[in-house]
């Protein structure tokens, strides 16, 4: 498949799917280096990105190769985004349905993720990778919950644009390794946790309605070796 062909393949074959990019806003701050430690258990479903096959993993929906400013690349271990040129893009991957997972929609349930950020070449808008939550296609909303240098953040795209809404610290998270990031919904408010150490929750006074999926901002290197889903 044809990196400049990612997004419109995604999206005519696998109508719950999709890959996309965007542009992030000025003056998002700083952001950047980091690794998890892949944990086991019975899921609704349970990507490990130890594949080659670009057709299969995260059902089809990845970046692969070159599609400028980003790079996707399967190792048969884990999945590498890098985009070394453009601090204010943004690259995710989103899943509408799952094969064998009735429930819809996906960001009622919890979702976790296994991630790095390994470089940080530009963190003038902020660099983080981790979790794609309540996506909406139609609107192009969404929440994004992140690993970065500096600890973690969550980042809110609305009508307005992307916003950062909240960001922290956490002695959970492990310097040099993957770290875990959880997201659970529960009525309107998200739980968030790192290596299943709680860091808080958020409130939008709205039931999350979305898709959900990994996302990778700014300028850095980025490794993703783990993503699981539990249904409400």
């Known amino acids: 498949m044809r990196p400049g062909l ?18 992030l806003p000025p003056g998002l701050g700083k ?7 892949p944990t086991t258990g ?27 400013p980003w790079t996707g690349t399967l190792t048969g271990r884990d999945y590498r985004l890098t985009n070394t040129s453009a601090p204010a893009h943004v690259r995710y991957s989103y899943l509408l349905s799952l094969p064998d997972v009735p429930h819809e929609p996906l960001s009622q349930g919890t979702a976790h993720v ?9 963190a ?13 296609p139609a609107s192009g909303e969404y929440i994004a919950f992140v690993l970065t240098d500096a600890g973690y953040a969550v980042y809110v795209r609305g009508p307005d644009g992307l916003e950062q809404a909240m960001s922290g610290r956490s ?6 390794t993957l770290n875990r990031l959880t997201m659970r919904a529960s009525g309107t408010e998200l739980h968030l946790a790192v290596n299943d150490d709680s860091v808080g929750s958020i409130s939008f ?5 979305g898709g959900i999926g990994i996302i990778a901002l700014g300028a850095g290197a980025f490794t993703f070796a783990r993503f699981a889903y539990e249904a409400p």
């Open 6 to 23: 990612l997004a419109l393949i995604a999206c005519a074959c696998l109508p719950w799917c999709a890959v996309m990019a965007q542009q």
């Open 42 to 68: 019975t899921y609704a479903y349970l990507e490990l990105f130890d594949g080659t096959d670009a057709d299969v993993v995260f059902e089809g929906t990845l970046t692969i190769g070159v599609d400028p």
């Open 205 to 209: 006074g709205r039931t999350p309605n």
């Open 114 to 122: 296994d991630v790095a950020v390994d470089t940080v070449y530009d």
């Open 171 to 176: 002695d959970a998270i492990r310097p040099g």
């Open 31 to 37: 952001a950047g280096t980091v690794p998890p430690t």
């Open 124 to 136: 003038t808008y902020g660099v983080g990778a981790g979790m794609l939550f309540d996506f909406r």
